[in-house]
């Protein structure tokens, strides 16, 4: 089985976006909820049940079950009677949202990651479709998806033959929303013997990459090197998040500044992915085996 994921700039219609927007906020909410339940649910047994604050613990049944991933699908699915709301978005994209706040949980215990958080407008930007179902999924450049319909992107490649759509993640980045394919090919890749002229790679800190043959590249340094750039041109650097924290929240000139901010942000992220892309191929074309250190980064 060989897996790829594909990235493409969706150009939706408004009533296409108003869609999104309400998908990403019943996701926020349903995000929210469960967090909250997991939270309260820790929390009633943090202490002892002789020594718990009736007005500082939120007490919780001994007998009730821990809120895990399948115990809060079902109530998922009850809380669409109380609730209308949830009705009116995808049910497996709900599922989806408790299945990241489920590998969260369990990455905190595994990997030793932080609690996860509750998100506010800002920090919920995609939702999956894991099912796309039967017939005509791709039509041009557009793809049939859940209640958005067909959906029209910017085909800047080709699907390769042979691998089909199972998947499609829609994301909101500050230059507009881009949907994400996960294809599938049911292909065995056989193992390539060695051949062609070998390079060792070593990474480091102070410089990104040294090869065998010599070649030293620096550290880009994006970050600081397009902040001051970009921003110093008009007298404002340094000053975007000072200027933010004055900015009331909810107001419609924190939401402004707050865009300008994630645009800045993705212009770095853009550029050093395309720079890693540009330095991999450029590895790759000089050569026909390439060995790097077996380190746990």
């Excluded at 790679?201 to 090197?225: E, M, Q, Y």
Aim: net charge positive; glycine share 6%.
């Amino acid at each position: 089985m060989l897996n790829l994921t594909y990235e493409y700039k969706a150009n939706p219609t408004p009533e296409q976006i108003q869609i999104i927007e309400h998908t990403l906020t019943v996701c926020r909410q349903v995000w929210n909820y469960a967090l909250r339940e997991r939270k309260d649910w820790l929390n009633s047994r943090k202490c002892q049940i002789n020594a718990c604050s009736l007005e500082s613990e939120y007490i919780i049944p001994a007998d009730a079950p821990y809120p895990n991933y399948a115990q809060q699908c079902k109530t998922l699915t009850k809380a669409k009677t109380l609730f209308p709301e949830l009705a009116t978005v995808n049910a497996q994209a709900l599922q989806q949202v408790l299945k990241r706040l489920e590998a969260a949980f369990v990455d905190m215990k595994r990997k030793g990651m932080g609690f996860p958080r509750f998100k506010n407008r800002y920090r919920m930007r995609s939702f999956v479709y894991p099912q796309l179902g039967k017939g005509q999924l791709l039509r041009g450049n557009q793809i049939k998806l859940p209640q958005l319909g067909w959906l029209e992107y910017v085909k800047s490649r080709e699907i390769p033959e042979g691998f089909v759509v199972k998947q499609a993640r829609i994301v909101r980045k500050a230059s507009g929303y881009f949907v994400q394919l996960s294809l599938l090919s049911d292909v065995s890749v056989p193992d390539v013997p060695p051949h062609g002229y070998p390079v060792g790679i070593d990474l480091g800190l102070d410089k990104f990459v040294a090869t065998s043959n010599g070649l030293v590249i620096d550290r880009p340094r994006f970050l600081n090197s397009l902040h001051r750039k970009l921003l110093a041109k008009r007298g404002e650097a340094q000053l975007l998040q000072r200027r933010l924290k004055h900015k009331k929240k909810g107001s419609n000139n924190r939401h402004k500044l707050n865009r300008k901010i994630a645009r800045l942000h993705q212009r770095i992220s853009d550029t050093r992915k395309d720079w890693h892309f540009k330095l991999a191929h450029r590895l790759c074309d000089d050569s026909g085996m390439i060995f790097i250190e077996d380190i746990d980064f």
